[in-house]
């Protein structure tokens, strides 16, 4: 869930209201959000810097709410103002509207080239005018923009916004791709021009946008937007010019954004757009934005943002039903307006009819509706009910299996160790002295650290790692796991299978095989198996690299090879940085189902 | 042990003194080794209260070895001395003496003796005084005594240097009576045997007492480990509730049950490289149920079943791409398709199995841990039921608020339509984290 940071008193200011900690708590509750928060910038810096460097910083309160993941409306102050007025019913939802320019004059025309077509082939335009800014509107603009990037905007790989002071600039606009060597223009925050390519190694060591330029690195061509004049607005996704950058005095903006993915552009400007115009709401009388066109490389001519209002039709009956609830429509559709769904009761039946606002991109099918229905109506005040779902309960047989055994080998003196089912190609080859290539390891392709290169295809190795953390406890060491290894398996959907193994260590002054193998006949007894060659189960010498030579035996049971056990090889010992003589059995329990 | 005779002469002593004994003097009296004392002391101490012993240390002065040869024999001057006839005696040959080098500097200081450097036949010593008052040895003699106190401390120091006197530090006892003192020793068995049983004898004797405040011997017994005691309890609750366990021994997922299946749009974070661990091999996974398949396709892409969809160009190789489950709801979402192949009769499924995310480890990050997951699909169930029967789960747990200890929701439409679930049956579910709630809870 993202986290918004608004300063308390502010918030109280534009919700014309004053709440104790407890009562906003409260409210947030109730509007399905949560106060994760109570805090200042000074506090944050004390505990993430210090004392030293926190000193002068403010101590102006600030909540941190969690807003849901899909409500990008919520994701700054003024809109979070505004979703809490409507929901008090102190407002009405807002209805967005777009304009043509006011003056009767053209739209502002973006122009894409066919050169983008390689790297981010999408862009979309959109004017706001008249904004007043003071420092605070200011503020909430920029961190609205930074919260879209790293939600919506998936790190700028889906979408990049670029917003312009637009009377720095003049149009049409003309959105083309470059080869690093012929982009020159002044970034924000530079005092002189770059090249592209310069730029890219300058940002290496930018803690902030290091991040996004792997987006468009290895590309051969590099976006870019300039203006009738050649002023470069944007090199998208990774810095705007520093000739349109938007000020304190910023009047009219120009709205740009590209992406990869026309489909996410395209829902994503009507949020983004609409969002910056419900930041500004609390002091503008109209909620409108202003189109732009967007000419593409095949002549087609696209006018944007998209304010799309949607109707669903719903019953009382059906909210009353998933609910939980017995409500008139009348009710329901009350409930849902708060939420900014402004609804009305048809008249038909117990028909509602919801409208869907643009900004409520989150709203894709009638259960939607009925989650916001019972936010509003509150969780705490549905009654809660048992379901009269009768059903008899069955164990997995294979952990009904394991749970038995597992209290048995307690019983028999051996602990019970947890250890991971990931790990290090070596622990699982070299260090049991086996070739990764025989192990049907399941490989990762993606791990952060060596911890976790493979799924594990035996226990061994994760018991051996807890004796090496425990050399300190008094020998023997009896440890036992009964857990699941993963191998290759070409016949499962996915080419790999999960096997449950049982396997357990002695580890003391002397190797102890005589434990390891009553432990075997233990579990042989439990699991009603007796010694015997055919019907029964029977050890017979063999070898295995991980063993020590002549100390291993494989294990049969009713003729089929179940595992083995032995004395472990002095190598796989001082592998695990072990020093003492260790025996170990390690069996697969399936056939015992 | 010491034997019992010393023991009892022990024990008269103390008997003799009131107010307890310095176990120094008793080994004086008794003309014994100090150590050998402190050994019988200690065997009377275990003997339970006939004697109380407090420990004590005190520093004295003692002769070296070298200061016991003066004692006894004369300081090295003073042997020089009385070395030398009348008619003197030659330098070399003097020196020869095992004294003769010291005690020739000593003399001559104390000019007890002179040195004849041109006497015919070689230099020669000569006695210079009729007798001399050997100082030193009454000095160490006195210490011998135990009257060190009448030195000074000058000439204790002096002797010291001379390392002829040492100060120790001696530890000894200061010895009273205890509550049950006695002169005659009665040994206390330890412990009952079965030839005391056999033969009575256990009436006759004294049982040392045993020390209660000792911690006892840990049972040899092995434990099970403290998580999956958990996981038992949780196991517990869900079959007394009535629920079935799902088959979660499938760590390796496709990206397709794992999330497409339960419309997780294929842009979403949670599919992220940096989230989720992806498979090289095998990398793909190769067996889908065609149809459903299909469904899935049009539900994300074009939506359908009452829903908009996400409207993206759904891709079936991010589908097929091999994983480790991130959630075991990706078992929830095989099972459901499996239900709904059959005639529908309502289920409530439940599991507790490992789980993965992409993490670096830390103290509080693992990128294995196990989720907990209820699920029930009925006809017509509500929000209402959902939290019904969270109340009953976590009341069954012990747990009064449980907010915040994991998730619950209503799958959505999307999810459970195309696997071909009659319209009206809804699924309620609930999951959490196992390692969270023992971290917060126990």
Redesign the interface.
């Known amino acids: 869930m993202p986290t918004v940071s608004v300063k308390r008193d502010l918030l109280f200011e534009a919700l014309g209201q004053k709440y104790t900690d407890e009562e906003f708590d409260e409210l947030c509750f109730e509007f399905g959000l949560e106060l994760d928060e109570i805090t200042s910038e000074k506090e944050i810096l004390i505990r993430e810097q210090g004392g030293e460097k926190a000193e002068g910083a403010s101590d102006v309160v600030l909540y941190k709410i969690d807003v849901p993941a899909n409500r990008y409306d919520l994701l700054c102050l003024e809109g979070l103002v505004r979703g809490l007025q409507v929901f008090k019913e102190k407002l009405e939802a807002p209805r967005y509207k777009r304009v043509s320019p006011a003056d009767g004059g053209e739209p502002q025309r973006l122009v894409i080239t066919e050169e983008t077509a390689s790297v981010r082939p999408h862009a979309v335009a959109a004017v706001l005018r008249n904004i007043t800014f003071t420092q605070e509107r200011y503020e909430s603009f920029i961190e609205l923009q930074e919260k879209l990037h790293q939600n919506i905007c998936?790190k700028r790989t889906?979408v990049a916004i670029g917003t312009h002071d637009l009377d720095t600039i003049s149009g049409p606009f003309t959105y083309t791709a470059k080869p690093p060597g012929e982009i020159r223009f002044k970034p924000l925050s530079q005092s002189r021009e770059y090249t592209a390519a310069e730029l890219m190694s300058l940002y290496k060591t930018d803690s902030h946008l290091r991040h996004y330029l792997h987006i468009i690195e290895n590309e051969p061509l590099y976006p870019i937007i300039y203006d009738s004049n050649g002023i470069v607005l944007s090199m998208p996704p990774i810095i705007n010019g520093d000739h349109s950058k938007i000020s304190l005095n910023t009047k009219n903006i120009f709205i740009e954004c590209t992406a990869t993915?026309l489909?996410?552009v395209n829902?994503f400007t009507l949020i983004i757009t609409v969002c910056l115009f419900v930041c500004f709401n609390t002091f503008f009388i109209l909620f409108r934005v202003e189109e732009a066109e967007v000419v593409y490389p095949d002549g087609r001519l696209s006018v944007y943002p998209e304010l799309a209002y949607?109707t669903e039709t719903l019953s009382g009956d059906f909210i009353n039903?998933?609910?939980?609830?017995n409500e008139s429509a009348e009710s329901i559709a009350q409930l849902l307006t708060r939420m900014c769904l402004r609804s009305e009761v048809s008249g038909e039946g117990d028909l509602i009819q919801v409208e869907i606002p643009p900004t409520r991109a989150d709203v894709?099918?009638?259960?939607d509706i009925m989650e916001d229905a019972?936010i509003a109506y509150g969780?705490n005040n549905?009654?809660?009910?048992?379901?009269?779902?009768?059903?008899?309960?069955?164990?997995?047989p294979?952990?009904k299996l394991t749970?038995l055994l597992?209290?048995d080998?307690?019983?028999?003196?051996?602990?019970?160790?947890?250890t991971?089912?990931?790990c290090s190609e070596e622990d699982i080859a070299d260090k049991l002295r086996k070739n990764i290539t025989e192990t049907r390891a399941?490989?990762?392709?993606?791990?952060?650290?060596a911890?976790?290169q493979v799924?594990r295809t035996s226990l061994l190795p994760g018991l051996l790692k807890t004796i090496a953390a425990n050399r300190k406890m008094p020998l023997p060491l009896?440890l036992?796991e009964i857990s699941?290894v993963?191998l290759?398996d070409e016949t499962?959907?996915?080419?790999?299978?999960?096997n449950?193994r049982l396997c357990a260590v002695y580890y003391n002054k002397s190797p102890g095989f005589e434990v390891i193998h009553g432990l075997l006949d233990r579990v042989m007894q439990l699991l009603d198996v007796k010694p015997g060659r055919n019907q029964g189960y029977h050890i017979q010498a063999a070898e295995d690299s991980t063993f020590f030579p002549g100390r291993c035996a494989e294990i049969f049971s009713c003729g089929k090879s179940i595992g083995h056990l032995g004395v472990l090889h002095p190598d796989v010992i001082s592998r695990f940085e072990l020093t003492m003589p260790c025996s170990a059995i390690d069996i697969d329990i399936e056939p015992f189902l | 042990m010491a034997d019992n005779g010393l023991l009892e002469s022990v024990l008269r002593l103390v008997e003799k003194v009131d107010g307890g004994t310095d176990s120094q003097d008793v080994a004086a009296d008794l003309g014994v080794d100090h150590q050998v004392i402190v050994g019988a002391v200690k065997s009377l101490q275990a003997l339970g209260e006939v004697i109380s012993a407090e420990q004590k240390s005190s520093r004295h002065w003692e002769l070296t070895g070298e200061g016991r040869e003066i004692a006894e024999q004369g300081s090295h001057e003073a042997r020089v001395f009385n070395a030398i006839p009348d008619e003197g005696l030659p330098q070399n040959q003097l020196m020869k003496m095992p004294s003769g080098k010291v005690g020739f500097s000593k003399a001559m200081s104390n000019k007890w003796i002179r040195l004849d450097k041109a006497h015919e036949g070689g230099p020669r010593v000569f006695k210079t005084v009729e007798a001399i008052e050997d100082t030193v040895r009454d000095k160490l003699q006195l210490v011998q005594k135990g009257q060190s106190a009448k030195l000074e401390d000058k000439e204790k120091n002096e002797l010291k240097k001379r390392k002829l006197l040492s100060e120790v530090t001696v530890k000894s006892y200061w010895i009273t009576k205890g509550s049950s003192f006695s002169t005659t020793i009665t040994k206390q068995e330890t412990e009952l045997t079965p030839e005391m049983i056999a033969s009575g004898s256990w009436k006759e004797k004294k049982f040392k007492p045993y020390n209660f405040e000792a911690m006892g011997v840990a049972p040899?017994?092995?434990?099970?480990?403290p998580?999956?005691k958990v996981r038992?309890q949780f196991?517990q609750i869900?079959?007394?509730?009535?629920?079935?366990?799902?088959?979660?021994?499938?760590?390796?997922?496709?990206s397709f049950w794992n999330f497409d299946s339960l419309f997780q749009p294929q842009?979403h974070?949670a599919r992220?490289?940096h989230d989720t661990?992806?498979?090289?091999?095998?990398?793909?996974?190769?067996?889908?149920p065609q149809d459903y398949l299909e469904r899935v396709k049009k539900v994300h892409s074009e939506?359908g079943?009452?829903?908009?969809?996400?409207?993206?160009?759904w891709k079936i190789e991010e589908a097929q791409k091999?994983l480790?489950r991130t959630h075991t709801t990706a078992v929830s979402a095989r099972m459901l398709y499996k239900l709904a192949q059959q005639k529908f009769t309502?289920?409530?499924y439940f599991s507790i199995d490992?789980v993965?995310r992409?993490?670096?480890?830390d103290a509080t990050h693992l990128?294995?841990f196990h989720q907990i997951e209820g699920v029930?699909a009925?006809y017509?169930?509500?929000?209402?039921?959902l939290?019904?029967?969270l109340?009953?789960f976590f009341t069954k747990l012990g747990l009064k608020k449980w907010v915040e200890v994991g998730n619950s929701g209503?799958f959505?439409?999307?999810m459970l339509l195309p696997m071909g679930l009659p319209e009206g049956v809804?699924v309620?579910a609930w999951g959490l984290s196992l390692e969270r709630y023992v971290d917060t809870h126990t």
Not at chain 1, 442 to 449: A, F, Q, Y
Not at chain 2, 238 to 254: A, R, V, W
Not at chain 2, 305 to 313: A, I, L, N, P, R
Not at chain 2, 358 to 361: C, H, K, V
């Open positions: 998936r889906l993915d489909t996410k829902r949607r039903k998933r609910v939980g609830i894709i099918h009638a259960c019972a969780f549905i009654v809660r009910s048992t379901p009269r779902t009768y059903t008899v309960a069955n164990q997995l294979v952990n749970e597992r209290q080998l307690t019983a028999a003196g051996f602990t019970e160790a947890l991971f089912a990931l399941v490989h990762i392709s993606n791990p952060k650290t911890d976790f799924a009896k036992f699941d993963v290759k499962k959907d996915v080419g790999a299978r999960n449950r | 040899d017994c092995g434990h099970l480990h998580l999956m038992t196991r869900f079959l007394e509730m009535g629920f079935t366990e799902m088959p979660t021994n499938n760590f390796i997922e496709s842009q974070p992220d490289q661990f992806f498979i090289s091999d095998p990398a793909l996974a190769h067996e889908f939506g079943y009452g829903s908009q969809g996400y409207k993206y160009d091999n480790l309502p289920v409530k490992r993965f992409n993490e670096t480890l990128a294995e029930v009925d017509g169930l509500t929000l209402g039921n939290m019904g029967i109340h009953q209503v959505r439409p999307e809804s309620i």
